[in-house]
């Protein structure tokens, strides 16, 4: 997917047009992944001109979101997964209405610099998965302000072993688990993708007689390197 973006009579900072950009990019290219078929070839770059503020309202009626959600879909809402520090930590599960064989799951991981709000399991969630036949856990971890690392990743990897532990009770294949985030979330997608069996960074969150492995990361624009990060700005500031 090509972006283009025009915006001649945009008038933003630069702090603003950087979410302008990052907004439409989430918009076309996840929905691009909700409705493609998944063993279809790869089609023809599909280009998305946004001429001004109001292509980007369009631009977000095709974001992923709950509001896409099979209207017959099952809900399991705020499902208790570890209390690491007297206090519960939650996901929300969407399945589809009917099932003939355990469903494959989607691990959703909320963005947002590693906190987290009473709203943040709804942010981006892509519903439409749901009406393609997968499960669908939007899961919540402790906010960096009052837990430090590795929390995040420990309450990662102690939802993938709850929903693991609870497999049969909701009609998963617990060989088919995979895990996508955006922002903060695609770097905790990433490590839980990559930190199967390192016991320096479980947890001990409960149900440790379940792997806490997944078989599948979408890692959407989450930091890799974080003394890059800076990088092209600094470079940009610098006098030659």
């Known amino acids: 997917m090509e972006i283009v973006f025009r915006g001649r009579r945009i008038k933003r900072n630069a702090l603003m047009l950087k979410q302008t950009f990052v907004l439409a ?4 290219t996840l929905f691009a992944a909700e409705t493609s078929a998944p063993d ?3 089609g023809p770059v599909q280009v998305l001109v946004l001429e001004c503020e109001r292509d980007l309202v369009a631009a ?6 709950l509001d896409h959600l099979p209207p ?7 499902l208790e997964f570890t209390q690491p520090t007297r206090r519960a930590v939650y996901l929300d599960l969407y399945l589809p209405a009917a099932a003939s064989a355990p469903l494959p799951l989607i691990v959703w991981i909320h963005g947002g610099a590693w906190h987290s709000i009473p709203t943040a399991r709804n942010d981006f969630t892509p519903g439409r998965m749901v009406k393609r036949g997968y499960a669908l856990a939007s899961i919540d971890y402790r906010d960096s302000k009052t837990a430090k690392f590795p929390a995040q990743i420990q309450d990662c990897k102690a939802a993938a072993r709850w929903l ?12 088919r688990f995979g895990a996508w985030g955006i922002s903060a979330g695609g770097y905790l997608a990433a490590l839980l993708g990559t930190s199967g069996g ?12 379940f792997s806490s492995r997944v078989q599948a990361v979408c890692d ?14 600094a470079a940009k500031n610098t006098e030659h």
């Open 25 to 28: 990019a989430l918009s076309v």
């Open 72 to 78: 017959n879909a099952r809900k399991f809402l705020k």
């Open 198 to 209: 390192e016991p320096e960074i479980e947890g001990d969150g409960g149900n440790t007689g």
């Open 220 to 233: 959407f624009f989450g930091p890799t390197d974080f003394f890059q990060m800076d990088a092209p700005e």
């Open 40 to 42: 279809s070839p790869a």
């Open 60 to 65: 977000k009626q095709i974001m992923p979101s």
């Open 164 to 175: 693991r532990a609870h497999a049969k009770d909701f009609g998963l294949a617990p060989q």
